[in-house]
Nanobody
Framework: QVQLHESGPNLVKPSQTLSLICTVS??????????WSWVRQPPGKELEWIGG???????YYSPSPKSRTSISRDTSENALTLQLNSVTPEDTAVYYC?????????WGQGTQVTVSS
C-alpha cells in the first residue's frame, strides 16, 4: 500500500523560501504510469494544483506560481521535494503531496504552512 507523508516548517517569514519533503513508502516514484503532484488549500479556498512530476522525471507547473516553484525528486530516497521562493501571506495553506495510480489517487495527510512575520 502506498503511503505519503509531508514534512517541513510550519511557519515561514515573508520573502523566505519554503521547502517541503514528501516521503513515499509502499511505492516507487519512478514506476511507469505514476504521476506525482503538490497541491495546496488556502484557508476557505479551493484546492490549488501547484505542479507535478512524472515517473520519467518530467515536471509540470501551474502558470501562476511557476516562476517561484521548483519540484524535484530524490530517487535514491524515494522522495519528492517542493521549493517555493519569495513566499507571501497568500502562500499560507495546507500543503499536500498526491500520486495518481489509476483508477485511484493517494494523498498524504497534509502539512500546515503559515507565512507570517
Amino acid at each position: 500500500q502506498v503511503q505519503l507523508h509531508e514534512s517541513g516548517p510550519n511557519l515561514v517569514k515573508p520573502s523566505q523560501t519554503l521547502s517541503l519533503i514528501c516521503t513515499v513508502s509502499g511505492g516507487s516514484i519512478t514506476k511507469n504510469g505514476h504521476h506525482w503532484s503538490w497541491v495546496r488549500q488556502p484557508p476557505g479556498k479551493e484546492l490549488e494544483w501547484i505542479g507535478g512530476i512524472g515517473y520519467d522525471g518530467s515536471t509540470y507547473y501551474s502558470p501562476s506560481p511557476k516562476s517561484r516553484t521548483s519540484i524535484s525528486r530524490d530517487t535514491s530516497e524515494n522522495a519528492l521535494t517542493l521549493q517555493l521562493n519569495s513566499v507571501t501571506p497568500e502562500d499560507t495553506a495546507v500543503y499536500y503531496c498526491e500520486v495518481e495510480i489509476p483508477p485511484i489517487d493517494v494523498w498524504g495527510q497534509g502539512t500546515q504552512v503559515t507565512v507570517s512575520s
